[in-house]
């Protein structure tokens, strides 16, 4: 607990909507944005906020926020299942909401339509085209939620409720900017549905580098296949062909682990998996290669995604609270 109370300090740092269209949000009406002192009642602006200051814009607004997040009603258009427990929906939003869902640890909310707003399950967005105005969104069947989307979503044509573009998904994106990884290593480390988020770092390391004509980051990917389908890593990892390996084996080898990071050298460690894993993949990554960056799973419980309803918050040791749906952690945890 104090470790994680560390990293909940460190997620202070920013908030992921900062700089965006949704910024001022719905916290600078209750006095608890993260990054504005005005915002947060203080009669002094004392923040380091380089960007747009969300005060002037909250105050030109009229005192009210200015692009709240909408729901749009999406049509299935293609359904794949690879097992009897994950299929892959592909849903119609438009180029405008596809465009913003390019971004690595992007996701969205989803619900049948006709349903509360309480039937909303969090889902990373795997892939999004621009071009034909699609998302892509691999869903496991574990608890009540997802079980009823995907049997109500069983045809093309069904129409479900989808709520976004969130952008809290990852953190530590800020090590995964194209420009600065030229020539650089990667090591992606996924298991299970964990490998959906990892997609949009794939794409988008190898689509804007493309774009540039500068050569791409070296990418190596490590898959633990357990609980997802090697078909649809295949479908979705573009030309990165993963590895398979059982991540439970790597964890309890110290000697493995050490092995790989010392032949590898990776300037970015990207881990979508488990907390579990997670914390014992750090504690070795972090006394072998300690400078590397880390990008990681923002694992919390996500309800609203707006930092209101407290089910991803966490109290620091100072008492404040963290709004871990909102909180940026740009090097990742223990930098």
């Known amino acids: 607990m104090e470790q994680m109370a560390e990293l909940s300090v460190k997620r202070e740092s920013g908030c992921f909507d900062a700089g965006t269209d949704q910024c001022p949000c719905v916290l600078a009406l209750t006095g608890d944005c993260l990054i504005c002192s005005r915002l947060q009642g203080k009669d002094v602006c004392d923040c380091d906020w380089n960007g747009i200051c969300p005060y002037t814009v909250f105050c030109q607004n009229g005192n009210e926020i200015v692009s709240p997040r909408e729901e749009v009603t999406a049509e299935l258009v293609e359904r794949t299942d690879y097992s009897e427990e994950i299929s892959v929906f592909v849903f119609r939003v438009g180029r405008s909401f596809a465009q913003s869902a390019t971004l690595p640890g992007s996701f969205v909310f989803l619900r049948p339509i006709g349903f509360e707003r309480y039937c909303d399950i969090p889902v990373s967005v795997m892939k999004a085209d621009e071009k034909e105005g699609t998302i892509h969104l691999a869903i496991r069947r574990e608890g009540p939620k997802s079980k009823q989307l995907t049997q109500k979503a069983e045809l093309v044509g069904t129409t479900c409720i ?40 794939i794409d988008r390391l190898l689509t804007m580098n493309e774009k540039a004509g500068i050569p791409g980051a070296e990418i190596r990917w490590l898959a633990d296949s357990e609980k ?40 970015v460690t990207a881990l979508m998996v488990s907390e579990y894993y997670m914390e014992q993949l750090i504690r070795v990554i972090r006394k072998e290669l300690p400078r590397t960056k880390i990008v990681r799973l923002n694992n919390a419980k996500m309800c609203c995604g707006e930092g209101l309803c407290g089910a991803c918050t966490e109290i620091g040791p100072d008492g404040s609270v963290i709004r871990r749906c909102k909180c940026r952690d740009e090097n990742g945890p223990m930098d």
Do not use: F, H, N, W
Request: glycine content about 8%; charged content about 30%; proline content about 5%.
């Open 162 to 201: 989808i709520r976004g573009v969130y952008r809290s998904g990852l953190l530590g994106t800020e090590a995964l900017k194209p420009t600065d990884l030229k020539g650089k290593k990667i090591l992606l480390i996924t298991k299970g549905i964990g490998a959906a988020p990892a997609m949009l770092i």
């Open 228 to 267: 997802v389908d090697r078909r649809l890593l295949k479908d979705y990892g573009r030309d990165v062909a993963p590895e398979y390996i059982s991540l439970s084996s790597l964890v309890e080898s110290e000697e493995l682990l050490t092995e790989i990071l010392k032949e590898e050298q990776p300037d």
